[in-house]
């Protein structure tokens, strides 16, 4: 028979967050309860006056399309945002795209950088999509596995390594899912001159950027070196808890953003009309709960990562950003992050994220989100903590058997 999908395609496993969401689903709908710190997802409600702005929306009719590019007042209240947070300038006319979801944003960019057998450099772990999708491209992802040691940050060296004649773009992402590192100004700094010297573009995932725990965000675009070479990609999801509504912008150097737009025309056409609305709410509208949920998270944040450390043969470093613990769980003795999963989920009713979903330099970690309730984190770290207890109990028994 011949084959019916495309070798672009065949290759790539489907998404490991999308399966564990599947699988979270699946064990509900049959009646067993577990605790969840499996997605990456919000457990906030959309802050109510987004909501409002956008079945209003409905309601005068914006229900048809929008220019590509996204409405003009969106446009420019992302202008507005990303010269006031993020000490970029933009043209809210030429250098942006609003998009249906970061995560298209991604696919854009990297379909608007890299050719078939191009590379980009991706620092490892990292997020489950960005692999899939410059493979989806026909270009290869080149994946720089970093160090817990060193806090997960790139070096010179390491990035130098991985360069080749071929390399197009390098992919950061800042507060960075699973690690919660976030870059530092030295850090920032030396992707900027690596770019510079090399020609390369870079690709900067701030999708994180209102979730940081006191390290202030740098935007690599606001470094001089950088303006004229970033794709700087963030969305509503996490910041505004709207992951829901799918929405994004890429916003960069003119002609890049054009060819942006190009795939977007070609592609989706334009995001949701209302849902541009919410967007332009949530920039517009009170800031408020961006701060009240910041708070919330960094409580759990505080909750987990202590609960773990205190954990005989788990270890977890503070995330800087983001909502996800990453604990090393060579210590505990219990086989691959995979097995360490499939465990847990039997012995504890806890789901967690294996860290080879993250890919090279995953393998030994287990990724646990903290953005569900504090009652609910608080209760999987002590269902963890008693497995792990009870199971060294009974090795430590040679009249049971494990
Ligand atoms: N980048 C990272 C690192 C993420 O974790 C996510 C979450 N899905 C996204 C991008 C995509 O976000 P969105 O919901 O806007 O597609
Ligand atoms: N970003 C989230 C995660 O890493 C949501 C799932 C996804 O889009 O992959 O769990």
């Known amino acids: 028979m011949p084959k019916r999908i495309s070798p672009l395609l065949a290759e790539i496993a489907p998404s490991a967050t999308y399966a564990l969401f599947d699988m979270v689903q699946s064990l509900r709908a ?18 109510a006056h987004i909501s409002t702005a956008a079945s209003t929306a409905i309601d005068d009719g914006w229900t048809h399309y929008t220019p590509s ?49 191009d590379e980009v450099i991706i620092p490892t772990p990292s997020w489950v999509s960005y692999k899939a999708m410059a493979q989806m491209m ?29 390399t197009r773009a390098i992919l950061i992402n800042s507060p960075n899912n699973p690690t ?36 202030p965000h740098i935007s690599i675009a606001s470094l001089p070196k950088a303006s004229d070479r ?13 992951t829901g509504w799918r929405l994004g912008y890429i ?38 709960p961006i701060t009240a949920m910041r708070e919330a998270y960094d409580l759990r944040r505080k909750r987990v990562v202590d609960g773990l450390n205190a954990i005989d043969g788990l270890r977890c470093i503070d995330p ?6 990453f604990a090393d769980i060579s210590g505990l003795g219990l086989g691959s992050s995979a097995e360490v ?23 030994g970690y287990i990724r646990l989100s903290f953005a569900t309730s504090t009652d609910v984190v608080t209760a999987a770290v002590e269902r963890i903590r008693t497995a792990i207890a009870d199971t060294k109990a009974r090795r430590s028994n040679p009249l049971v058997t494990v």
């Open 341 to 363: 999963t499939q465990w847990l989920l039997r012995e504890a009713g806890v789901v967690v994220t294996p860290g080879s979903a993250f890919g090279a330099g995953g393998e």
């Open 230 to 242: 970033t794709l700087t990609i963030n969305g509503f999801s996490k910041a505004y808890a709207m």
């Open 320 to 325: 800087d950003g983001a909502f996800y613990a």
């Open 180 to 215: 919660g590192h976030m870059l530092d100004e030295h850090e920032a700094a030396l992707i900027a001159d690596f770019a510079e010297q090399h020609g390369l573009v870079i690709i900067a995932d701030e999708i994180y950027e209102k979730i940081a725990y006191g390290k």
């Open 30 to 47: 049959r009646g067993i309860s577990l605790l969840d710190l499996g997605g990456g997802e919000p457990d906030f409600a959309t802050p």
């Open 69 to 117: 590019r996204g409405i003009p007042a969106l446009l420019d209240a992302i202008a507005g945002k990303l010269a006031l947070d993020n000490h970029v300038v933009i043209d809210p006319q030429t250098q942006v795209v609003v998009t249906p979801s970061a995560k298209h944003a991604l696919f854009v960019a990297l379909m608007t950088v890299l050719g078939p057998g």
């Open 251 to 288: 916003a960069g150097p003119r002609d890049l953003i054009d060819a942006a737009l190009t795939a977007t025309q070609h592609t989706v056409g334009c995001a949701g009309a209302f849902i541009q609305q919410g967007g332009l709410a949530a920039l517009t509208g009170d800031q408020a």
């Open 138 to 166: 026909g270009a290869q992802a080149v994946e720089l596995p970093l160090d817990a040691s060193n806090g997960f940050a790139l070096t010179a060296a390491a990035l130098a390594q991985k360069l080749s004649p071929r």
